[in-house]
């Protein structure tokens, strides 16, 4: 019972490099999320996905993209990686309506140096 | 636009009652909820509440909602070191017709023996 996997667990770049953060989901919801978590900060939106084929941004998505692949797979992409997106990222997924529980991934520890 | 609100650093004796408050701005909010994030790990869903509802127990902890004063708590009775975590009090709101999760910024708790 996997739930949420993200990859890497750890990365480190170099400023300007780019790189793709992995999420994938076995629970067959519809929505997925990435979120970014910073000391005091709590966790904030970066893009979300309502359903395959569908992204939207959230609270904080400049210097992000995503691609929602499939049901499953929903991935973040950093261009150009600055240091300010030092971050501990984390995927979650849910299913809409229904029952309310968000299943999140172990995060993805991200450096920018 | 939506916000939630949590204080930062609570500090208990082993045994004690530890009591986390939250409040948030949506009423339209369906649910809220608590998370758990232990070191190193990703967010761990604890309990969640229906907007309708104005209390739930579930063993040690009790959650309390005033819809009023949209004031969310939790309350874990005989607060152990193993509670020693970080909180996150979350709403769900609905952007664009889409429902996502809105945290706090967190509440570090502290137990100590």
């Known amino acids: 019972n996997a739930g949420v996997t993200q990859t890497p667990k750890f990365q480190v770049l170099k400023t300007g490099q780019s790189m793709t953060l992995q999420c994938a989901q076995d629970?067959?919801?519809?929505?997925m999320y990435w979120y970014r978590q910073d000391p005091g900060m709590g966790l904030r939106l970066i893009y979300y996905?309502?359903?395959?084929?569908?992204?939207d941004k959230g609270e904080v998505p400049n210097g992000y993209n995503v691609s929602r692949l499939n049901k499953r797979e929903f991935s973040l992409r950093l261009e150009s990686a600055a240091p300010s997106q030092t971050s501990v990222y984390f995927c979650?997924?849910?299913?809409?309506?229904?029952?309310?529980?968000?299943?999140f991934g172990q995060g993805t520890r991200l450096t920018v140096v | 636009g939506e916000d939630v609100e949590q204080s930062l650093f609570l500090s208990v004796r082993e045994g004690d009652s530890s009591v986390i408050n939250c409040t948030y701005t949506?009423?339209?909010?369906?649910?809220l909820y608590w998370y758990k994030q232990e070191p190193g790990a990703g967010l761990q869903l604890l309990t969640y509440?229906?907007?309708?509802?104005d209390m739930k127990q579930d063993q040690r902890l009790t959650v309390l909602l005033n819809k009023k004063d949209k004031h969310l708590s939790l309350r874990i009775a005989d607060t152990q070191t193993g509670d020693s975590a970080i909180y996150f009090c979350?709403?769900?709101?609905?952007?664009?017709?889409?429902?996502?999760?809105?945290f706090g910024k967190g509440t570090m708790l502290l137990v100590s023996p």
């Open positions: 629970m067959n919801h519809n929505s």
């Open positions: 979650a997924s849910r299913e809409t309506g229904g029952h309310p529980e968000a299943f």
């Open positions: 949506d009423s339209s909010s369906t649910y």
């Open positions: 996905s309502a359903s395959e084929g569908t992204t």
């Open positions: 979350a709403e769900s709101t609905s952007v664009s017709g889409y429902s996502t999760l809105t």
């Open positions: 509440i229906f907007s309708n509802m």
